[in-house]
């Protein structure tokens, strides 16, 4: 796994990790405009400009697109890293269930590759990841935003990704 796949599992997994929360199952993908993450998914760029991010994304692609309960969601990513990624890099993580934010948190990320089983330091260049996750059965309805906006040690910025979806009737 890559750093590519980290990032995307700690955005997904989250919310699912965190009180069984998840943003999949009869979504509705808002916001969705030119600030779109390239591939078959619901994640926009956070800002107009990705010039200067460390990781540029290829494509993100979620199979199925969107997630179905109770089924496993695959992951497949690939992106190039402008440079390496050493212990102390964290993931402001933030992420609200309506206008209600459920979390709000400062991840280390380096801890958080061992979800995907990685760890620091990650070496610059190519980037290819895949990432099998079970979705849960059961999913609140509602709108959720979640928002993940990755640093360095330096803060220099690595990414930043969001989506806002609805789900459910």
Known sequence: MKLSSALLTLLLSSLVASQKLSFFAGQTVLDNNDLSVPGDNPLTFCVDTTEGDILAIDHVDLKPNPPVPGQTLTIEATGTLSEMVEEGAYV???????????????????????????????????????KDLDIPNQIPPGKYTVLADVFTKDKKKITCLQASVVFGS
């Open 92 to 130: 402001n993580l933030e992420v609200k269930y309506g206008l209600i934010r459920i979390i709000n948190q400062k991840t280390d990320l380096c801890d958080a590759l061992g979800n995907v089983d990685r760890e620091c330091p990650v070496d610059e260049g190519e980037l290819v990841f895949t």
